[in-house]
């Protein structure tokens, strides 16, 4: 059986490169140290901007994801969402959604499938409750376009170890907090989106 070439590119903000982890390999080492199989090849490369909003990735993802793909690899896109996009005066769920759609539309013109983290709680109840609306509107557009959406915020909210781990790093997820990320992508439909199988132990 020939090996299945595929390469990942990573696109999100400083959680995506580990920020706060004291081991600094972050959720997304984790979930590839989780990811194998005898007959696929995976390479992947992180493309990460500290404090990104929306617009700023959709002006940059092609440009920088496009240098690490392949006509003879299966191109594969990873989006992880940040709550940056609450700090813009100007900022707006429609426009949220209008720019990740453009980067799935984008992405799938191009033959690309894309998998979606969705942005993390913080422990400002206020904050949660807008990032609450723009999350569930990041996975109506995901799954509007029958992209893979991993919703992180509804399921960390209010968990005890979440909010203790950003409390001990002063707002920053730790060992903990990133662990649980990646138990959430890879739970929420990683092998799946690769077509990998899941590990038995």
Do not use: C
């Amino acid at each position: 059986m020939d090996t299945r070439q595929i390469r990942i590119a990573a696109v999100g903000d400083q959680l995506l490169a580990g920020a706060g982890d004291p081991r600094a390999i972050g959720w997304w080492g984790r979930v590839l140290a989780r990811t194998s199989a005898p007959d696929v090849s995976l390479e992947n490369y992180v493309l990460a901007v500290p404090h990104e909003t929306t617009e700023q990735l959709n002006e940059r993802w092609w440009t920088e994801t496009s240098r690490r793909f392949d006509d003879t690899t299966e191109n594969r896109l990873v989006v992880a969402l940040s709550d940056a996009d609450l700090d813009l005066d100007a900022s707006s769920t429609a426009r949220s959604r209008l720019n990740l759609a453009n980067i799935l539309d984008s992405a799938a013109q191009k033959d690309i499938r894309t998998l979606v983290v969705g942005p993390t709680p913080s422990l400002d109840e206020e904050r949660n409750r807008r990032l609450a609306e723009l999350n569930a509107a990041y996975a109506d557009v995901a799954d509007r376009r029958h992209a893979v959406y991993v919703d992180t915020f509804t399921p960390l909210v209010s968990h005890e170890q979440w909010r203790s781990d950003l409390a001990a790093g002063q707002g920053r997820p730790g060992q903990a907090g990133h662990g649980l990320i990646a138990w959430l992508v890879l739970h929420r439909g990683w092998y799946q989106w690769l077509g990998v199988p899941e590990p038995t132990a």
